[in-house]
């Protein structure tokens, strides 16, 4: 396992810990230290990677998306010759490929909700903060810097809600690991889809 791996690794453990920690204690049964103790982990280990114990809960790593998103905005990450739609898709599916993405964990953010609701808000405003960011990469990487062009929020706005549609069939109870599509294959049919509705003339193709 590379440095990288094992960085990588070490983020999901201290995550999925203190999410536990949350549901079996609450958010302020437990501290710092504690959470610390429980992964194997020193205090300044902790910060080097979160800002708080809240943000280890909901997962927002100290920078884990702003180089992506630099990469994304200087179009050396994703194919340049990309649409701006297609291209924050592709951007998601790359931090997909570095982040992970776990059904079971999941779950666990589910339970950590209904024992903590107060943390619904806050990782709204979170999912606001990254499609902000996005909107700003986007607007950077296509040149569309004046003021009264929306195009880059619209853009952000709508992979949002393609992944949001996504993420409801992926981590749905009815879905299969074993017989229906990844999450990835998911996302790009969910595009496709979207493009045929948009192209579409509204007519019945069998009149």
Known sequence: MSTTERTRALRRRMIVEARRATIEHG???????QLCERVGVSRRTFFNHF???DDAVLGIEQGASEEMFRAFAARTLVPEETDPLGSVVALAI????????????????RRVFDREPAMVPKFLDVVDMQLAAVAR?????????DPADRRAQLVAETAGA?????AGTYFDDAYDEATDPPFEALLTDNLRQLRAALTTTGQDPTA
């Open 27 to 33: 958010l302020h049964g437990f501290t710092i230290e």
């Open 51 to 53: 800002a708080s114990k």
């Open 94 to 109: 790359e931090q997909m490929h570095v982040v992970g993405l776990d059904r079971a964990d999941e779950a666990l953010v």
């Open 137 to 145: 990469a986007v607007r950077e990487r296509f040149g569309w810097h």
């Open 162 to 166: 393609l992944l949001k549609v996504t």
